[in-house]
């Protein structure tokens, strides 16, 4: 994986950055109003517990070090993204069922400029990243007006993987949200096996891990070849 190699400074620069996510995240967690329109939800202050804050730390580094290595340089502000805001929505939603707004739009924004500055260095491969986007975009509004268990979250989230995914690869893209399914299928199987009884999951943590766990298989097959 040449173009990626990260190497000590891109493995630091990870390090760097998880620890600012999980120095921030008590801050902004304090910032974020309540879910409109869920009088039982709890503010996500509540969340600001060690055991939190180590989950969003050791999820950030894993994500950060494995897309820095893997990753061309200039895919890596999207990645950088998701490693960091991506990561926390995860985390939240796992807890909590909800992927905040604030943070979906940032993450949104930061993702946004990754395809710019690609765009700027490959017009094609920007036009590409956009489209991909969009298009997760779209499928996954239409399974949240037609198809019922996902939240409009999940809609902004899939733009912000597929857009982030398709910085480095229009396949990679497609293998994510792939991958990100069928790890939600396991998970959703799971937490109705240990509840005994149906209920929504959140679906935000196998969305946002399904890019990660395409560059792992594809690191795996390339290996092997």
Same mark, same amino acid.
């Given at each position: 994986?040449?173009? $990626? @190699?990260?190497?000590?400074?891109?493995?630091? @620069?990870? #390090?760097?950055?998880?620890?600012?996510?999980?120095?921030?995240?008590?801050?902004?967690?304090?910032?974020?109003?309540?879910?409109? *329109?869920?009088?039982?939800?709890?503010?996500?202050?509540?969340?600001?517990?060690?055991? !939190?804050?180590?989950?969003?730390?050791?999820?950030?580094?894993?994500?950060?070090?494995?897309? !820095?290595?893997?990753?061309?340089?200039?895919?890596?502000?999207?990645?950088?993204? #998701? $490693?960091?805001?991506?990561?926390?929505?995860?985390?939240?939603? @796992?807890?909590? *069922?909800?992927?905040?707004?604030?943070?979906?739009?940032?993450?949104?924004?930061?993702?946004?400029?990754?395809?710019? &500055?690609?765009?700027?260095?490959?017009?094609?491969?920007? %036009?590409? %990243?956009? $489209? &991909?986007?969009?298009?997760?975009?779209?499928? !996954?509004?239409?399974?949240?007006?037609?198809? *019922?268990?996902?939240? !409009?979250?999940?809609?902004?989230?899939?733009?912000?993987?597929?857009?982030?995914? @398709?910085?480095?690869?229009?396949?990679? %893209?497609?293998?994510?949200?792939?991958?990100?399914?069928?790890?939600?299928?396991?998970?959703?199987?799971?937490?109705?096996?240990?509840? $005994?009884?149906?209920?929504?999951?959140?679906?935000?943590?196998?969305?946002?891990? *399904?890019?990660?766990?395409?560059?792992?298989?594809?690191?795996?097959?390339?290996?092997?070849?």
């Amino acid at each position: 994986m040449g173009p $990626g @190699a990260g190497g000590p400074l891109w493995w630091g @620069a990870a #390090l760097v950055l998880a620890a600012l996510t999980v120095a921030a995240t008590p801050l902004v967690l304090r910032r974020l109003p309540a879910p409109v *329109g869920e009088p039982d939800a709890r503010p996500y202050d509540g969340l600001v517990t060690r055991r !939190f804050l180590g989950i969003v730390g050791a999820a950030s580094t894993v994500a950060l070090l494995v897309s !820095f290595e893997f990753v061309p340089v200039q895919s890596r502000l999207a990645w950088a993204g #998701l $490693g960091t805001a991506g990561v926390l929505l995860a985390v939240v939603d @796992a807890h909590t *069922g909800y992927l905040p707004r604030r943070v979906s739009h940032a993450l949104t924004a930061i993702v946004g400029l990754g395809i710019l &500055l690609l765009a700027v260095r490959s017009p094609p491969a920007g %036009a590409v %990243a956009l $489209g &991909l986007a969009s298009g997760a975009g779209a499928l !996954f509004w239409g399974l949240w007006r037609w198809g *019922g268990g996902l939240g !409009f979250g999940d809609v902004r989230l899939a733009v912000a993987v597929a857009g982030t995914a @398709a910085t480095y690869a229009p396949a990679l %893209a497609l293998a994510g949200l792939l991958l990100g399914s069928v790890a939600g299928l396991v998970w959703a199987l799971l937490a109705r096996w240990r509840r $005994g009884r149906d209920g929504p999951v959140p679906y935000g943590p196998a969305l946002v891990a *399904g890019p990660y766990l395409a560059l792992l298989v594809q690191a795996l097959l390339t290996a092997s070849g």
